[in-house]
């Protein structure tokens, strides 16, 4: 695992069969670690190897500790929902949670201090406007979620609302289509990257708001450990999938 040793270097160190190597993999089981039941601040996160295959991580920001892990096939509420139950069985609690902002998880942790990642936020914009917006209202925008990670949310907030007075009739603008008789709005995608922002705007300075518990601001903790995951994986490309994921729980369970 640490050393991307393959099955035939173990079989040459152990002096045994490549089969044999094979057949203690298959016959181990991952190991548990041993954590106090205790309140945590969550990161929640899934990372992707393809369109269909994907790991599920809720970690305690505070411990540096990966809590819970799932294999998932897409990212939906019902997987966060799982992890959730599972961590409140064990006796674990949450003080607040940080999310990517998928849609319909927030409601998973109705109840708690919800962070959304500015992090993703951020990308959120960029997706819509691209790094180099052409149009005076683009570049505002833009300019104004990329000060997100330094500001204030009062300050934040005030910007926006400037931003929206100053544009408002411009983001009404529609243009007509002949041939079908209908519109549309002409500037769909400005309208899209402020919708994003303002309906977010409840969960983007939640750190704020709660001080005494430390909550991080963007899922980078997470992201890292992602990282650390695939560069890990890379050098065991080819392995079974029940092999693979006793390899990901070992990883993450460090």
């Known amino acids: 695992m640490w050393q991307r040793q393959t099955v035939r270097q173990l079989a040459d160190r152990s002096g045994r069969s ?5 057949q203690q993999l298959d016959r181990s089981q991952p190991r548990g670690f041993y954590l106090y039941p205790q309140p945590v601040v969550g990161i929640a996160d899934v990372t992707f190897w393809s369109r269909e295959y994907g790991v599920l991580v809720v970690r305690a920001a505070d411990l540096r500790q990966n ?9 939906t509420a019902a997987g966060y929902r799982e992890a959730r139950a599972i961590l409140e069985e064990l006796g674990f609690t ?29 990308q959120t914009v960029n997706h819509y406007l691209t790094r180099r917006p052409k149009l005076e209202a ?22 926006l609302d400037q931003w929206h ?34 309906t977010n705007l409840p969960y983007l300075f939640t750190y704020q708001r709660y001080p005494e518990l430390n909550i991080p601001n963007t899922t980078n903790s997470l992201d890292g450990c992602f990282g650390q995951l695939k560069k890990l994986l890379h050098g065991h490309n080819g392995l079974k ?8 729980q070992e990883i993450l369970r460090r």
């Open 67 to 75: 809590l819970c892990w799932l294999e998932v096939k897409t990212e």
């Open 165 to 198: 007075e100053r544009w408002a009739s411009f983001l009404g603008e529609r243009t007509d289509d002949p041939a079908t008789g209908r519109w549309a709005y002409t500037h769909r995608r400005i309208r899209s990257a402020y919708r994003s922002l303002r």
């Open 241 to 248: 999938q029940k092999r693979r994921w006793k390899l990901i």
């Open 94 to 122: 949450f003080q607040a949670i940080v999310l990517d902002g998928k849609r319909g998880v927030k409601e998973v942790f109705a109840g708690i201090p919800i962070q959304h990642c500015q992090f993703h936020q951020v």
């Open 138 to 159: 683009a570049r505002e925008l833009r300019a104004i979620a990329l000060g997100l990670t330094d500001a204030a949310e009062a300050d934040f907030t005030a910007l």
């Open 18 to 22: 490549e089969r044999w190597v094979r």
